[in-house]
């Protein structure tokens, strides 16, 4: 099984920050990743799939970025409504997830 | 607009057996990728089986020859059949739709809470 490994666990950051949260494969799933956000008592809503492709209706500020074993979250302005927790997920062989970047706004 | 509603969650003994329902509207089950993903508080977010569009099955190996994932055309439905469940199959299992890779997933339902307890 591959293992996605978050980092960091937690993130603290000010409205209008650059924000970049960084998933790690243990071993190439080339493009195969996507990224979601959770909000408290809700579903997943994909945000990225293939590694940089932007899902539709998801804001412009989020942009993927990666390759290989070494993928990128970026939100380039930090909006209150972004404050979640964020999860990468592969899918090169079957799939699983990391486990998760709770993000709170200062 | 795609919708997804999950149903038959509920309290289950060690060892028992459950079946999750997920009707879909907005979309045919049939034709696409089809996921069970569960989340617990000790586990994270789990992905637990998908389904395709040629009706092949994957299954997670801590699920693997106990969780059976099938679908009815007619009725435009999704299904998990559990059995042999067990304390740590206890979670929130959410159905979803594929997107354009098949096992990224573009639609989720709403979850349904299974405990497994005695």
């Known amino acids: 099984e591959i293992q996605m490994t978050q980092s960091p666990s937690t993130l603290s950051a000010s409205v209008g920050d650059r924000v970049t949260i960084t998933c790690r494969a243990s071993q190439s799933i080339i493009s195969w990743l996507a990224w979601y956000q959770q909000k408290p008592g809700k579903a997943p809503n994909l945000l990225i799939y293939?590694?940089?492709s932007l899902e539709s209706g998801v804001p412009s500020r989020f942009s993927g970025s990666g390759a290989g074993t070494e993928f990128t979250l970026t939100i380039s302005s930090l909006q209150p409504d972004d404050s979640a927790t964020y999860y990468c997920?592969?899918?090169?062989?079957?799939?699983?997830f990391g486990q998760g970047t709770k993000l709170e706004i200062k | 607009e795609v919708q997804l509603v999950e149903s038959g969650g509920g309290l289950v003994q060690p060892g028992g057996s459950l079946r999750l329902s997920c009707a879909a509207s907005?979309?045919?089950?049939?034709?696409?990728?089809m996921s069970w993903v569960r989340q617990s508080p000790r586990k994270g977010l789990e992905w637990v089986s998908l389904?395709?569009?040629?009706?092949?099955?994957y299954y997670a190996d801590s699920v693997k020859g106990r969780f059976t994932i099938s679908r009815d055309k007619s009725k435009n439905t999704l299904y998990l059949q559990m059995s042999s469940l067990r304390g740590e199959d206890t979670a929130v299992y959410y159905c979803?739709?594929?997107?354009?890779?098949?096992?990224?997933?573009?639609?989720w339902g709403q979850g349904t809470l299974v405990t497994v307890s005695s």
């Open positions: 389904i395709n569009n040629d009706d092949n099955t």
């Open positions: 997920q592969q899918y090169k062989s079957y799939s699983s």
């Open positions: 907005g979309f045919t089950v049939s034709g696409n990728y």
């Open positions: 979803a739709s594929g997107g354009s890779g098949g096992w990224d997933l573009k639609s």
């Open positions: 293939k590694a940089s």
